[in-house]
């Protein structure tokens, strides 16, 4: 079983930058996908963007495309989300997934880290 934690959410203004990471569980991922979701206030989750952990290939939604980057350092069984030039729309908590090959919805989660962007 894969288990997730995410670290790296705080409060920034807007403009600044943040870097959230994503640990995996054991001694190395085996699944499809790595991404992430953020779940607004009164919103539905909402899709951000993911990396394909063989390939390395990235996704993005259109709303963070340009401003935010996915990475991944398979030694270190994390992946990473760089967020630079943040606006309050982008305050939520943000999730970390896994796809291992059926689906996000059957894959495995993390608890979530808050980013709030101050005006």
């Known amino acids: 079983q894969v288990q997730l934690a995410e670290s790296g959410g705080g409060l920034v203004q807007a403009g600044g930058s943040l870097r959230l990471s994503c640990v995996h569980s054991?001694?190395?991922?085996?699944?499809?996908?790595m991404g992430w979701f953020r779940q607004a206030p009164g919103k539905e989750r909402e899709y951000v963007g993911n990396?394909?952990?063989?390939?390395?290939?990235?996704f993005y939604a259109d709303s963070v495309k340009g401003r935010f980057t996915i990475s991944r350092d398979n030694a270190k069984n994390t992946m990473y989300l760089q967020m630079n030039s943040l606006k309050p729309e982008d305050t939520a908590v943000y999730y970390c997934?896994?796809?291992?090959?059926?689906?996000?919805?059957?894959?495995?989660w993390g608890q979530g880290t808050q980013v709030t962007v101050s005006s």
């Open positions: 997934a896994a796809d291992m090959g059926i689906g996000w919805n059957s894959g495995y």
């Open positions: 054991g001694h190395s991922f085996s699944g499809l996908a």
């Open positions: 990396i394909n952990w063989s390939r390395g290939t990235t």
